[in-house]
């Protein structure tokens, strides 16, 4: 069990739901795959989504919705989208996402601590995407976030834990859960994130794109289980030269 935002949680993969081919997968992941997390962005389903599918229409009523900011440029936008989200899906969990630059999609990090300072007063349970910045998730746990969810790699580019060395002071040093999200794009990545230690990983592009979205989140389900037990469990000292795998003692002679 997963303690987090005032929810108990079975399963530790949140899953994006932007580059679904088709919503009704959704309902197919959270009961198939176990997903009780499901990312949804404001701007594609607005009061008005007459002519289009509406993504909370097929969110299992169980299921968490974690309102996400993506496209916003600065923090008052943020907030906007933030307060427009929770009036249309009653869910008060926000991804405060916020990107100047439309070319990586790198978070700007400025805006996004103004904006998580607002969402925290207001009663809201954010959950900030940052670079991997030891000292900006400080001052976030500070101000009251329920979790900082630094990248892996740029978004959508697959390339999974590409800053490792950044991510890891992170994981040790604050209390409040981490996340892993963005450039996940295998299950071994995100296995790899859970062996580090990370409590939780967020997957939209490798899933929604794959030939088999449902199939490929409980791939990546089971990764996350495998790579949290290891973590639980402990990783093995890695060694410079060969150890014998059977002891050495006690050989048959004669």
């Not at 969110?59 to 929770?86: C, F, H, L, W």
């Not at 925290?120 to 940052?130: A, D, H, L, Q, T």
């Amino acid at each position: 069990m997963f303690e987090i935002g005032g929810k108990t949680l079975k399963s530790r993969l949140f899953v994006g739901t932007g580059k679904l081919p088709d919503y009704s997968l959704i309902e197919k992941m959270y009961y198939e795959a176990g997903v009780e997390v499901f990312a949804v962005a404001v701007r594609r389903i607005g009061p008005n989504t007459k002519h289009t599918k509406n993504v909370l229409e097929y969110i299992p009523n169980d299921a968490i919705i974690m309102v996400n900011t993506s496209g916003a440029q600065d923090y008052k936008e943020a907030v906007k989208i933030a307060m427009i989200g929770r009036e249309l899906t009653n869910s008060n969990w926000v991804k405060v996402e916020i990107e100047k630059d439309t070319k990586y999609l790198f978070p700007d990090s400025i805006e996004t601590l103004k904006a998580c300072e607002i969402l925290v007063k207001e009663g809201f349970k954010v959950f900030p995407y940052i670079y991997p910045d030891l000292n900006l998730a400080k001052e976030l746990e500070q101000i009251g976030v329920e979790a900082v969810m630094p990248l892996g790699s740029p978004i959508g580019t697959n390339k999974g834990i590409g800053c490792e060395v950044l991510l890891k002071p992170i994981i040790n040093e604050i209390k409040i859960p981490v996340i892993i999200d963005a450039g996940i794009g295998r299950p071994s990545h995100a296995a790899k994130a859970m062996e580090m230690g990370a409590d939780a990983v967020l997957i939209n592009t490798a899933i929604a794109t794959s030939s088999d979205p449902v199939k490929m989140a409980l791939a990546f389900s089971k990764a996350v289980e495998a790579g949290r037990l290891a973590f639980e469990v402990g990783l093995l000292k890695e060694y410079e030269y060969a150890q014998a795998s059977s002891p050495l003692e006690d050989f048959i002679t004669g």
